[in-house]
């Protein structure tokens, strides 16, 4: 089975080999599917009353179906770093296994 990419952004383009979704319901919908995911990519702001990253990483400790890496790229640097905090708890509890590579790297806004 194919192993695709997903990058959660509302503003930036993603890389060329990635599904780009705009909101974290969108990319939920994409992790429920049975087709597993190779790299998640998430950022934590997605507009104003909308839900955000971190509630995609709550899913997924819920669901306990992980990612080969999971990035958090949100420029939103204290957002950005309780998404990765609390995935490497998770990970640290055995939650995440250890082979999941997380990564913290922001990313500028493109004007």
């Not at 994409?30 to 909308?50: I, M, R, T, W």
């Not at 990253?53 to 640097?77: C, D, M, W």
């Amino acid at each position: 089975m194919d192993r695709r990419n997903i990058f959660l952004d509302d503003m930036r383009p993603g890389p060329p080999d990635h599904i780009v979704v705009k909101t974290a319901e969108e990319c939920i919908l994409l992790l429920q599917e049975e087709e597993p995911v190779s790299h998640l990519s998430l950022d934590h702001d997605l507009g104003s009353h909308q839900k955000n990253g971190y509630e995609v990483v709550l899913f997924l400790l819920q669901l306990k179906r992980f990612p080969e890496r999971i990035t958090i790229h949100s420029a939103n640097a204290t957002a950005g770093k309780k998404m990765y905090r609390h995935l490497l708890t998770a990970k640290t509890e055995g939650i995440i296994p250890e082979d999941v590579k997380i990564v913290y790297r922001p990313l500028p806004f493109l004007v």
